[in-house]
Every structure is written in structure tokens, then in C-alpha cells.
């Protein structure tokens, strides 16, 4: 049971480049979340996901799209990356609810735009 | 507008020592509050979760208290050990028909020294 994970781990952009963020869940949860993570601030909501085939927007989703094919993988994608999506980007997922239920969260992705 | 503002900002104790990190909250009503705890390169782990009606909760040598009056939460660590180094989140879930995304603190760093 590996819980929460992401791909990649670490990555370098420059400005204008595309990439995909991968987040799997082996824990059969419906609910899953993307969040942005940066220095001095709480994390942020990207977009989340209710269930497989469901999108929707968070508090910052302005640069990103998502998509959710299957139940248990999310994908976060920035189609023109820009020096200011230089962050730390965690997905969580949940069984049920927004905040009602517990989230568990992946290990990260560190991403630098040049 | 909802948030969480938690202090100090870093901390550093010896090991053994006890410690009371402080959070202070806007969001109202609330439905509960969470204590994560963020290990360096690391996604955010609970620690404890409260809902408005309850004021105390312990997870080993950790134990979470709430003021709903006052608006206030504390996590004290008590007999620290080196294992307890990393950054502590304190989060708050706002009750449903007043906004249901879950309102992040910025995180206390802790660094338990030798």
C-alpha cells in the first residue's frame, strides 16, 4: 500500500515549457487535490477532483489544467510555464468531502522555472 | 477574509525540553481544525483533528488544545525528541455553507537540538 505518490520528484523548466504532474492512490479514495506550496505562505488549492471525470477550480488555478481519466491518478498540467510556478506542489486525496475527511498527502514535487 | 496565523514564525529547543506552538484563526464558524506535522521534504501528516464542540486532543507526545471563544489553538510538544524537527501546520476546515476549502497556516519550523 504506497499510499500517495508523485512523479517527478524534482524538475527544471525554462519559461514557455510545457510539463505534466502525475499523482497516483492506491487507496480507492474519490476525492483528490492539487496544491502549491510556497516559502512564508500555507499551502494553496490548485484544483481538486470529487471523482473520476470530475475537475474543479481551487483558490489558484489560473496557469494550470487538470485531469482525472481514472479514479486513481490526477494529472496537474502547465501548458506555458512561468518563473512564478516555481513552487513545491503536493497531491492529497481524501476518501470523501473537501475537509470532512482525512487527507493524505504525497511526498512533493519540486519544480523551478528559469 | 479566512485565516490562519500561527507563531512563532521558528523555534529552536533542546532535546528533552517541552514546546507550545500557537495558532490564531479568523475562519468562523469553523467545523474543525487539524494539526499537521511537515518533515523537511516531506507532504504534510496529521497530527490531530478537533471539531468546534471539542477543546483537547492528545496523539502521543502531542496534544492539541482549542478556545472557539477566543479563536485560538496550541499544539505542545512535550519531552521533545530529535525526531520532532520539522514544521508544524495548523489548519482549519470553515463550516460548509461558509466556504469549504480547508484555510492553511504558514507552518512554525521547529528544530529540536542535542
Known amino acids: 500500500n504506497a499510499g500517495v505518490t508523485q512523479t517527478p520528484k524534482f524538475r527544471v523548466l525554462k519559461t514557455g515549457q510545457s510539463m505534466t504532474l502525475l499523482c497516483a492512490q492506491d487507496?480507492?479514495?474519490?476525492?483528490m487535490y492539487w496544491y502549491r506550496q510556497d516559502p512564508g505562505m500555507g499551502l494553496r488549492l490548485i484544483h481538486y477532483?470529487?471523482?473520476?471525470?470530475?475537475?474543479a477550480k481551487g483558490e489558484v488555478p489560473d496557469g494550470y489544467n487538470v485531469s482525472r481519466l481514472k479514479k486513481q491518478n490526477f494529472l496537474l498540467g502547465l501548458e506555458s510555464a512561468a518563473p512564478s510556478q516555481t513552487s513545491v506542489y503536493f497531491c492529497?486525496?481524501?476518501?470523501?468531502?473537501?475537509?470532512?475527511?482525512?487527507?493524505?498527502f504525497g511526498p512533493g514535487t519540486r519544480l523551478t522555472v528559469t | 477574509k479566512n485565516q490562519v496565523e500561527q507563531s512563532p514564525q521558528s523555534l529552536i529547543i533542546l532535546e528533552g525540553k517541552n514546546c507550545t506552538l500557537q495558532c490564531n484563526y479568523t475562519v468562523s464558524p469553523f467545523s474543525n481544525l487539524r494539526w499537521y506535522k511537515q518533515d523537511t521534504g516531506r507532504g504534510p501528516v496529521s497530527l490531530t483533528i478537533m471539531t468546534f464542540s471539542e477543546n483537547t486532543k492528545s496523539n502521543g507526545r502531542y496534544t492539541a488544545t482549542l478556545d472557539a471563544d477566543t479563536k485560538q489553538s496550541s499544539l505542545h510538544i512535550t519531552a521533545s525528541q530529535l525526531s520532532d524537527s520539522a514544521s508544524y501546520i495548523c489548519?482549519?476546515?470553515?463550516?460548509?455553507?461558509?466556504?469549504?476549502?480547508?484555510?492553511f497556516g504558514a507552518g512554525t519550523i521547529l528544530r529540536v537540538k542535542s
Open positions: 492529497a486525496s481524501s476518501l470523501l468531502g473537501l475537509g470532512h475527511y482525512e487527507q493524505y
Open positions: 487507496m480507492n479514495h474519490e476525492y
Open positions: 477532483s470529487v471523482g473520476e471525470g470530475t475537475t
Open positions: 489548519v482549519v476546515r470553515p463550516f460548509m455553507e461558509y466556504g469549504n476549502k480547508l484555510v
